[in-house]
C-alpha cells in the first residue's frame, strides 16, 4: 500500500463522524416524520401512489386490494376484506392487508393493468414486479384461506383413512389427491390448485392403505360434494394443467345447472369456464320440466368444459340478459352458447331443446363448426331516402367502411329514453348535411342488429368512420347538441383536408382532435 494511502484513511474517518454530527434537530424531526406509520382503517393500511413502494418494503406479504368507492361491489368486498384482515391481526402478523381507492390512482391503475374493480393483488416480498392475482375471492373466510395457502402448505397431508374422513365430511365439498408417491409433478400442479381454490379444503395422501379403501390405483384427483365421490381426474402423463384443474374443481361450486339471478351472477362468472350455454324459458310453463330434464342431461357430459346456465323468462330482472342476446318473448324456449372471452354468440340452430340436439350443439362448437349467430333486422326498401340513412347489420360494414364517404353513425336503442331525446336533434343533423356528398348521417337500432366489427358502449353512443383506404372507427365524446356535432363534423373535415395536403407532400397525417377517440379494443357491456 502506498504511503499517501494511509494519510486517507484518517481523513475518511474523520470525516464521516463530522457528517454525523452535523444532523441537527429539525432533520431529526423530519426523519421522524417521514417514518410516521401507515394509517389503518379496520385494520386495513390506507395506500395510495406516494406510500406503497413503502409499504411493500416493510411488509413481507401485502395483500392490496384496488376499488373504486361508488361501487357497491367494492364496498360489500371491502367489509369482507377488514373482516379477513383482524382475525389474521394476531395470527399471521406478517400477512398484511391494504387497500387503494383507484378512482384517481391512474398510474398505478396502468401500472398493474386493473381493469375492474374490486380487483385483489397479492405482493411478496416487496417486489412490484407481477404480483399475484387473486380472483374469485369474495368471503372473509376465504380471503383468509386463500392467504394462509399462499404463505404456507396449501394442502393437509393424509396418513390415514380416519383423517382423510375428517376432511372430507367436514365441508360440503373437498378435495383429496391420492398419489402413489409425493415427489412428481401432478403433485406440484394439484398443490398449486390447492392455492388458487380457497372455497374448499384440501387434503393429499400417498398411503397405499388410504387408496385400497377409496380402490384408487393410479394417480387421481377426485372431488368429494356431501360425503361422496362427485368426480374423478386421473393426474398421469402430465395431460392437464392447473388452470384445468381449477376449472373442473371449480364447477362443482355451482349446480350442475345454474338459474342466472344477482346472488349467482358473481359466482357464474368467477368460474374459469368461458363457455356458457344458455337456456331462456319460463320456469312456470307446462313443458319446463322436461326441458329442464334434457338441459341437465346435457350438462353432465360438459362439466368444466361448457357452463350451463338458465334463465328465467319471467323474471323482469333478466331484462338485460334478454337484450343483450336479443331474445324475444316469441323465440323462447331458446338457447344460446356465448364465449367469455371473444363476446361471440351462437344459437342452437334446432327448435326443439332434447338431449341430443343440445349435445350436438356444443360439440360443434367445441368443435369449432357451430356458426357464429348474428342476427339483423331486414334492410329497409326506404334506408336511403330520409336525411339520416337507417343502417342495419345486413348492411353496416358495407356502407360505413368505404373509401369516398365518412359517415358518422348514432347507436340508440328504440326504448331508451335519453335515446328518444337524442334522435329529434340527429334529425336536424342529418338535414344540415343532406346536401353534403362525402359525409353520411346514420343511426343503427343496436337492440335489433349485432355488429362484431364495433367496440360497443352504452347507449346512446356515437362512432365516426372517415373515409379513406384505411378504416378507422372514432368515437365521439362530446355534448349531444346539434351545435356540438356539427363541429365535430367540421373539425373533422379540415384536419382531414390538411393530412391529404401532408400525405401529397411526404409528410405524416396530424393526430385527430380531443374529441375523437381512436378504438384499439371492443369494450365489454
Not at 115 to 140: L, W
Not at 174 to 196: P, Q, Y
Not at 463 to 471: E, H, M, V
Request: charged fraction near 30%; proline fraction near 4%.
Amino acid at each position: 500500500m502506498k504511503t499517501h494511502q494511509f494519510f486517507l484513511l484518517p481523513l475518511l474517518f474523520l470525516t464521516g463522524f463530522l457528517a454525523a454530527d452535523s444532523i441537527g434537530p429539525d432533520e431529526k424531526r423530519l426523519k421522524k416524520t417521514k417514518l410516521a406509520k401507515i394509517k389503518k382503517e379496520n385494520n386495513v393500511l390506507l395506500l395510495k401512489k406516494s406510500n406503497l413502494d413503502r409499504a411493500l418494503k416493510e411488509t413481507k406479504y401485502l395483500l392490496v386490494e384496488f376499488y373504486v368507492s361508488l361501487s357497491q361491489a367494492s364496498q360489500n368486498l371491502s367489509e369482507e376484506f377488514a373482516k379477513a384482515a383482524g382475525q389474521l391481526k394476531k395470527e399471521a402478523p406478517r400477512i398484511q392487508f391494504g387497500k387503494i381507492d383507484a378512482t384517481h390512482q391512474h398510474d398505478l391503475r396502468k401500472e398493474f393493468n386493473i381493469r375492474e374493480f374490486p380487483t385483489v393483488k397479492f405482493f411478496v416480498d416487496g417486489r412490484r414486479e407481477d404480483p399475484i392475482d387473486c380472483k374469485g375471492v369474495r368471503q372473509a373466510s376465504a380471503f383468509i384461506t386463500w392467504v394462509k395457502r399462499r404463505t404456507g402448505p396449501s394442502t393437509v397431508l393424509i396418513n390415514s383413512t380416519a383423517q382423510a374422513e375428517a376432511i372430507i365430511n367436514a365441508d360440503d365439498l373437498a378435495v383429496i389427491g391420492f398419489f402413489k408417491e409425493l415427489h412428481n409433478d401432478s403433485v406440484e400442479v394439484f398443490c398449486e390448485t390447492a392455492r388458487d381454490v380457497p372455497e374448499m379444503p384440501f387434503g393429499m395422501t400417498a398411503s397405499k392403505d388410504v387408496r385400497a379403501d377409496y380402490g384408487i390405483q393410479k394417480n387421481t384427483l377426485v372431488v368429494f360434494k356431501k360425503g361422496k365421490p362427485v368426480h374423478n381426474e386421473v393426474l398421469e402423463g402430465g395431460r392437464q394443467n392447473k388452470l384445468d384443474l381449477t376449472r373442473i374443481i371449480k364447477t362443482f361450486t355451482l349446480d350442475l345447472v345454474t338459474e342466472y339471478n344477482l346472488q349467482t351472477s358473481v359466482k357464474i362468472f368467477d368460474v374459469p369456464v368461458e363457455n356458457h350455454i344458455l337456456l331462456f324459458t319460463p320456469t312456470n310453463s307446462e313443458a319446463f320440466s322436461a326441458i329442464y330434464e334434457n338441459y341437465t342431461a346435457a350438462a353432465a357430459e360438459f362439466r368444466g368444459k361448457i357452463m350451463f346456465v338458465l334463465v328465467d323468462t319471467n323474471e323482469s330482472r333478466n331484462g338485460r340478459v334478454f337484450e343483450y342476446f336479443r331474445v324475444r318473448e316469441v323465440d323462447v324456449p331458446a338457447v344460446r352458447i356465448l364465449n367469455l372471452t371473444s363476446n361471440a354468440k351462437y344459437k342452437m340452430p334446432a327448435d326443439e331443446v332434447t338431449v341430443e340436439n343440445l349435445k350436438e350443439f356444443c360439440q360443434s362448437y367445441l368443435n369449432g363448426k357451430a356458426k357464429l349467430h348474428l342476427p339483423s333486422e331486414e334492410i329497409p326498401e326506404d334506408w336511403d331516402k330520409m336525411p339520416v340513412k337507417v343502417l342495419v347489420g345486413k348492411n353496416f360494414n358495407k356502407i360505413v367502411f368505404n373509401k369516398t364517404m365518412t359517415v358518422f353513425v348514432l347507436f340508440y336503442a328504440p326504448w331508451s329514453s335519453d335515446c328518444k331525446k337524442l334522435l329529434p336533434v340527429w334529425d336536424k343533423l342529418g338535414e344540415k348535411y343532406e346536401g353534403h356528398k362525402d359525409i353520411m348521417i346514420a343511426k343503427i337500432d343496436v337492440t335489433a342488429n349485432d355488429i362484431l366489427t364495433v367496440g360497443l358502449d352504452r347507449y346512446p353512443f356515437f362512432r365516426l368512420f372517415p373515409a379513406g383506404q384505411d378504416y378507422q372507427e372514432v368515437a365521439y365524446a362530446g355534448d349531444h347538441t346539434l351545435e356540438a356535432f356539427s363541429e365535430f363534423l367540421e373539425e373533422k373535415g379540415k384536419r382531414k383536408a390538411q393530412a391529404g395536403e401532408k400525405d401529397h407532400s411526404g409528410g405524416t397525417r396530424e393526430d385527430l382532435s380531443q374529441k375523437e377517440t381512436a378504438i384499439t379494443e371492443k369494450e365489454e357491456l
